[in-house]
Structures are given as C-alpha cells and as structure tokens.
C-alpha cells in the first residue's frame, strides 16, 4: 500500500503568496514614482503603504532562514533556480527582440546566458535572485556555524549583527558603514535572525508561555502597528515643519527619504520579524494555499522582467490623485493572478522535461561531480 503524502503546513506557505501580493504593489509604487507624483495626505498614505509592503523582501529571507539552517544542502536546487531564471530571461529577451519591443545587442544578448543579475542596456535583472543564490550557496557553512552556537552566542550575533548592518548605517546615513539592504551582508544577518526564531522559538518563550495564542497574537500586532507609526512619525514632523530652516529637521528629512523606509531600516527588520512570528502562530493546511505559494517565486520572475516593467511602466497612465489608490490594488491583482497562470505553464511543462532520462542523467551528473568536487 503506497503511503500517503502529508500535506505541510500552509502558514508560511500563505505568508510567502501575502509576500509576492505586497512585492508587486511595492513595484507598482516604486516604477510608477508614486512618491514624487502625489503630494499632501495622499504622499503620507503612500508613504505608510510603501512601509507595510517593505516587508516583503526581509520576509523571504527570515523564512529561509527559519527553515534552511538543520536542512541539507542541495546541488539541484541551485540548478533549479538557475535554470528557472535563465527560462525567464531568455524568454523575455526573444519575445521583446524578434517582436521589435526592444533592440537588444549581442553583447546584451550574451550576458542573458549567465546566471547571474547585471545591469547592462536595459537596466537591471532580477538583483534579489543574486542575492538568494549566493546566500544558498554560504547557508552550510553558516548552519554549521548556527550548530555550534549556544542559544547566548546565536542570540548575541543575531543582535550584534543587526546594531553593525542595520542601526549604524541608518543613523549615519552610510557615512560609518555602508549598506542599502541590497546586499549580501544583508541576507546573511535577516538568514541568522531567521534561523534563530526558526531554532529558539519565541512562544515557547518562558516569557510568552503564559500568554494564549490571541493575546500572542495581540502583543505581536499591536508592535507591528506601533513599529509603522515610528517608521511614519519623521516625515509627518518633516513635512509639518516643511518651511522651517532647523538643521534637525533637514536630517530627520534625509533619515526619512533614504533610510527609515529601506529594507535595512531598524523598524522595516522589526516589522519583518514580527510578520514572520505572527504567521508562525497559524496552523492550518490547504493544498490550494501551497500550490498558489509554490508559484511565488516564478510570480517575481514574470512580473519583474525589466523589458516588461519598462514596456508598462512607460505606457501606463498612473495619476497623482486619490484614484491611483484602487488602480494600484487591481493591477496588482491582475499582475498576480496572470504571473501565476505563466509559471503554472511553465511547471507544466518542466515536469514533461525533468521527467527525460536526458535531463535526469545530466542532472545527474553534475550533482555526482559538485559533490566529489
């Protein structure tokens, strides 16, 4: 009798589909310079939205961490991730190119064949996946690391590593130590933190213990609440003394519009934290939830396409006004839910081929030779 497969939890599996949703509304706001377009209390609501969404990316590598720290390191997944990117690049690149959408030089073409981001021509691609391939391929030795470590040490180079890449260069706006979050650093200090509430979990706190679920949940957003007002407060200072010469307040301008709102802000790592730990108090299991986020990841690569972003983006007719509110939240909808047909198509169709013994025998090979290497 075959054994039935257990279906995993679906509470971090929902947490990665909130992710994508808040990803593609951050880029709605980011490529359609919202920020520069509105003016006022519209400014300041996107201003707070923006914030909420710049969870998204710190979320994805809290729960890698969560997760990766006692598991095994897998050639495949690295050929997988890849392979998938590779899919995307090219397709976009022949699709833009033999349609005349986009004149795309062979030194351009060239670079489309190697696996990593670049920033040539068309501008850039795909900078997160860099970042996530080169974090997987340092994860064993940073788990050996984390098996070493006492839950003191874990907990005392999760905090030091936060003060070091997260504090310094925010409150000195990257004039000690330079760091904008799109860095590897980065990823290594949110996958240490991550692997540490993965490892120690906090409801097992002997603190939170006497708690019940709903009141843990309560302290967990009502400090996520508290966390956006302290992200918001400095431009609504800012903008209340917009016509006042005080030198505080061109810093506290400066602090707002590079730093509080980027991914290494002091505030946006707390709230990521506290994201990830209210997910964790889910428990629940849907196989529709896990197949939706099992697409997630081809989701970014078919919305964030930087042939497609500039093809939309230059064409899309974004208004300053109250409007753009629900046009945001239903291109995004749309994005989502056409991303993920494509990478559905696109599974499909990758299972019909990893099932070949050609591409099983090459996979093969190279997994036998990494190894032996």
């Not at 992710?19 to 003016?39: A, D, P, Q, R, V």
């Not at 000195?172 to 933190?193: E, W």
Request: net charge positive; with cysteine; charged share 15%.
């Amino acid at each position: 009798m075959k054994e039935k497969k257990l279906e995993r939890n679906s509470n971090f599996e929902l947490m990665r589909i909130v992710s994508m949703f808040l990803i593609i509304m951050w880029h709605f706001i980011f490529h359609g310079s919202l920020l520069n377009k509105t003016t006022g209390s519209l400014n300041t609501f996107i201003h707070f939205i923006y914030i909420i969404m710049s969870i998204h990316v710190n979320s994805f590598v809290l729960v890698s961490g969560y997760f990766q720290y006692n598991k095994k390191f897998k050639v495949k997944k690295v050929i997988s991730l890849i392979l998938i990117t590779w899919f995307y690049k090219l397709l976009y690149a022949i699709i833009f190119g033999a349609t005349g959408m986009a004149k795309i030089s062979i030194t351009e073409m060239l670079f489309f064949f190697q696996p990593f981001n670049f920033n040539y021509g068309h501008g850039e691609f795909y900078w997160f996946i860099n970042m996530y391939l080169f974090l997987y391929l340092l994860s064993p030795f940073l788990n050996k690391l984390i098996q070493v470590l006492s839950q003191k040490q874990h907990k005392y180079l999760a905090i030091l590593l936060f003060i070091m890449l997260s504090v310094v260069p925010t409150v000195t706006l990257n004039q000690t130590l330079v760091n904008n979050g799109y860095t590897i650093q980065t990823f290594v200090m949110l996958y240490i933190i991550g692997a540490y509430f993965g490892k120690y979990k906090l409801k097992d706190n002997y603190h939170f213990k006497r708690y019940s679920k709903n009141k843990y949940q309560f302290i967990i957003i009502v400090l996520f609440i508290f966390s956006l007002f302290m992200s918001i407060i400095p431009k609504i200072i800012s903008d209340y003394f917009s016509t006042s010469n005080l030198e505080i307040l061109d810093y506290i301008r400066y602090l707002f519009g590079l730093k509080l709102i980027d991914y290494i802000s002091p505030v946006i790592i707390i709230e990521s934290i506290l994201y990830l730990l209210l997910f964790e108090t889910f428990n629940f299991k849907s196989k529709f939830i896990n197949k939706v986020s099992s697409l997630t990841f081809g989701i970014y690569l078919v919305h964030e396409n930087n042939f497609l972003v500039q093809y939309i983006f230059n064409r899309l007719p974004i208004a300053g006004n109250i409007s753009v509110i629900p046009e945001m939240f239903c291109f995004s909808i749309v994005v989502f839910i056409l991303s993920a047909i494509v990478e559905y198509i696109r599974q499909v169709l990758a299972k019909v081929v990893t099932k070949t013994k050609a591409y099983q025998k090459l996979s093969q090979r190279i997994s036998n030779y990494v190894a032996n290497f």
